[in-house]
């Protein structure tokens, strides 16, 4: 099965993307930065080629000390071989 990670920088809609691709509530949506420490899965079902996307914590910013280390290595672990694709979020500023 195709995974899909998506990533990018804190706050910028990587858990709500991620609880829409899954169909239902997986991830935790807050507007506090680092809220997604761990890599989260779940198989997206839409359209006619299901795959497996990958909710990760934001990448640029540590906001919890105690947890830096752990938050660092789930960003790193969504690229590997099972990845096929990663899905960078950014936020525009007008």
């Not at 997986?26 to 839409?46: E, F, K, N, Y």
């Amino acid at each position: 099965m195709r995974n899909v990670a998506i990533v990018g920088r804190p706050n910028v809609g990587k858990s709500a993307l991620f609880n829409r691709l899954a169909g239902r509530m997986i991830s935790i949506v807050h507007d506090q930065p680092g809220v997604t420490r761990d890599r989260i899965g779940a198989v997206c079902r839409l359209g006619m080629a299901p795959f497996e996307v990958t909710d990760t914590g934001g990448i640029g910013s540590e906001p919890d000390p105690d947890f830096a280390e752990s938050t660092r290595e789930g960003r790193l672990l969504p690229w590997n071989a099972r990845t096929r694709f990663s899905l960078w979020l950014i936020r525009s500023m007008a």
